[in-house]
């Protein structure tokens, strides 16, 4: 564990560490099982969203860049299992990343390249994802983007210049620029071959990103047990 | 300030802190000003809780407790100015709150009351509650939920044993006694006459939570410029 598990487990399923947190959390995946098909590795990132959001119609919102739908899914499993890191844009998506079920370093782009900022112009987040794509963070990462459509718009460029993240989760949410930064990044995540998880439409948000980037957790201990099989 | 600011400031307004950034997080209210009435302290709330999801349908979802819509805002905001303490139910809670604009102290709940969840098989939130309660940190607090609903149930078990936050601003996300527990909270706090932010329905979350908490404080922020008045 490189994340504090006491203080993160809470958020995730995994972390439900009482009798009366796991029942709720059982009854609720239960109640998502009824209303999302539970069929492919895809479909798990569908459940997870409308558990994250609290809203059935969620299920049709999230895209997936890569040959099949599940794709993403197991080359996120595969990174987690590879304990690659787990880079997201802020804080506040770092705080719901699940301190259970896998050994990655867990990091947040937020805080870094304010020298780059204030040079610029650009937003903070914006820089960060720069600062730390010229060190390298972010190839074989996991590049989790839950707040900022700048910090989605950064990575698309990192991605266009040659980065290549394991997986790519993103869903920053808001009126400007947040549908547009995930189009972009299917674009550049689709032409250059790095499979990723989004969503259309104006939602999204910290805990969105956070759960979705937990399920890959989850399907990566389900693949280390053997309850799921990941396909070559 | 009490929180790090360089850290949380990401994620409010008030922390857009580069020309662009300030440029999208202004676009992004004018957008939002469109869509949700602009007159009232409450209406200030609904367009928060729309920027914050993404969804211009939030805004009919958003519930307040008081005398009048505008109580529960009011309330907040003297709480902030106050200094009094935003106490969360998660660590994901509490990296949302801006540390912008305010010196109330900002703790989590999570973490405390480890013993009581081990030895009555509660969940470790509502566990949490109980503890901090029990320390008389709820009293006069700015009191947010926004992920468990086992945590508004305590909140809501501690009002009726006698304690009173300031304001409630409690949000939980999900399928199962998420929108239940906000109910009890709002009977609750309009049986002890506790001011309250919630919503209705299953959606909800973090980062909902953070966001309507931050906007108390750029009320605060407002009142103590002088650019709004609170009534007394």
Same mark, same amino acid.
């Given at each position: 564990?490189?994340?504090?598990?006491?203080?993160?487990?809470?958020?995730?399923?995994?972390?439900?560490?009482?009798?009366?947190?796991?029942?709720?959390?059982?009854?609720?995946?239960?109640?998502?099982?009824?209303?999302?098909?539970? /069929?492919?590795?895809?479909?798990?990132?569908?459940?997870?969203?409308?558990?994250?959001?609290?809203?059935?119609?969620?299920?049709?919102? #999230?895209?997936? +860049?890569?040959?099949?739908?599940?794709?993403?899914?197991? =080359?996120?499993?595969?990174?987690?299992?590879?304990?690659?890191?787990?880079?997201?844009?802020?804080?506040?998506?770092?705080?719901?990343? +699940?301190?259970?079920?896998?050994?990655?370093?867990?990091?947040?782009?937020?805080?870094?390249?304010?020298?780059?900022?204030?040079?610029?112009?650009? +937003?903070?987040?914006? =820089?960060?994802?720069?600062?730390?794509?010229?060190?390298? #963070?972010?190839?074989?990462?996991?590049?989790?983007?839950?707040?900022?459509?700048?910090?989605?718009?950064?990575?698309?460029?990192?991605? /266009?210049?040659? +980065?290549?993240?394991?997986?790519?989760?993103?869903?920053?949410?808001?009126?400007?620029?947040?549908?547009?930064?995930?189009?972009?990044?299917?674009?550049?995540?689709?032409?250059?071959?790095?499979?990723?998880?989004?969503?259309?439409?104006?939602?999204?948000?910290?805990?969105?990103?956070?759960?979705?980037?937990? /399920?890959?957790?989850?399907?990566?201990?389900?693949?280390?047990?053997?309850?799921?099989?990941?396909?070559?």
């Amino acid at each position: 564990m490189t994340t504090d598990g006491a203080e993160f487990e809470e958020y995730a399923d995994l972390g439900a560490t009482t009798e009366n947190a796991m029942e709720i959390a059982e009854t609720s995946m239960d109640r998502v099982r009824e209303l999302v098909p539970d /069929e492919t590795l895809a479909d798990r990132i569908r459940q997870k969203s409308v558990h994250a959001t609290g809203d059935p119609e969620f299920q049709h919102l #999230v895209r997936f +860049t890569g040959e099949t739908d599940d794709e993403p899914v197991v =080359a996120g499993a595969r990174a987690v299992m590879d304990e690659r890191p787990i880079v997201t844009d802020i804080t506040m998506v770092k705080s719901g990343i +699940t301190g259970r079920g896998h050994d990655c370093p867990v990091r947040k782009a937020i805080g870094n390249g304010a020298d780059l900022a204030a040079e610029t112009g650009m +937003t903070r987040t914006a =820089a960060s994802v720069l600062e730390l794509d010229r060190e390298g #963070v972010y190839d074989d990462a996991i590049a989790v983007v839950g707040n900022a459509p700048t910090a989605a718009l950064a990575l698309a460029d990192c991605i /266009e210049d040659g +980065t290549r993240p394991a997986v790519v989760v993103a869903t920053p949410v808001g009126f400007v620029k947040a549908a547009e930064s995930r189009n972009r990044l299917r674009e550049v995540a689709a032409d250059h071959g790095v499979p990723a998880i989004t969503n259309v439409g104006r939602r999204g948000g910290s805990g969105l990103a956070a759960g979705l980037t937990n /399920e890959l957790v989850h399907v990566a201990s389900d693949a280390r047990d053997g309850t799921v099989e990941l396909p070559e």
